[in-house]
């Protein structure tokens, strides 16, 4: 009975996962930083919004591979078991360690200007230093993104091979 329910579950979970990433990535915060005039108030409202979807995606990460190893066909699903785990290890990175340690540097670059220095202590540039993590949270999610079209691609794919 479960096993009925499980491609229209999974299909939703992939929509919602993608489409609360692609407002928050291409909607809210282009509208943060055009709206608020002070950077470091704007990064503080992105960083906040950031690190509760972030937190939301981790929790539909770890639901979506649940019910991928529940439901998994060794030898049919083996590329969606392997993007939906490529997906989860994403989500836990940015709640584990990448959105804390964007929140701990833009809090040494605040500090830095306010001193009027490049960088404190071990870090020698604190906006290079942002700006490089930034980047790898640019780069992931564009990664995470594609996996998930890929794999709402192949649960609708799925879903019709099952009506036939």
Not at 41 to 62: P, Q
Not at 92 to 115: C, D, G, H, Q, R
Not at 148 to 158: F, K, N
Request: glycine share 4%; charged share 15%.
């Amino acid at each position: 009975m479960l096993r009925r329910y499980s491609i229209p579950v999974a299909f939703w979970i992939l929509c919602s996962w993608w489409t609360m990433s692609v407002v928050a990535d291409f909607l809210i915060a282009p509208s943060i930083f055009a709206v608020i005039e002070n950077f470091f108030n704007a990064g503080d409202l992105a960083l906040l919004i950031f690190s509760k979807v972030t937190f939301i995606e981790a929790i539909l990460a770890s639901i979506f591979l649940a019910l991928m190893i529940t439901f998994h066909h060794k030898n049919k699903q083996a590329f969606a078991l392997t993007l939906t785990v490529l997906c989860w290890v994403i989500a836990v990175f940015y709640v584990s360690y990448l959105i804390p340690k964007i929140l701990n540097v833009t809090e040494v670059w605040k500090k830095a200007e306010e001193m009027g220095v490049v960088g404190i202590g071990d870090i020698k540039d604190a906006q290079q230093e942002h700006q490089f993590f930034h980047r790898i949270y640019i780069v992931l999610d564009s990664i995470k993104l594609i996996f998930l079209s890929t794999l709402i691609g192949l649960t609708v794919y799925r879903s019709q091979d099952k009506l036939s």
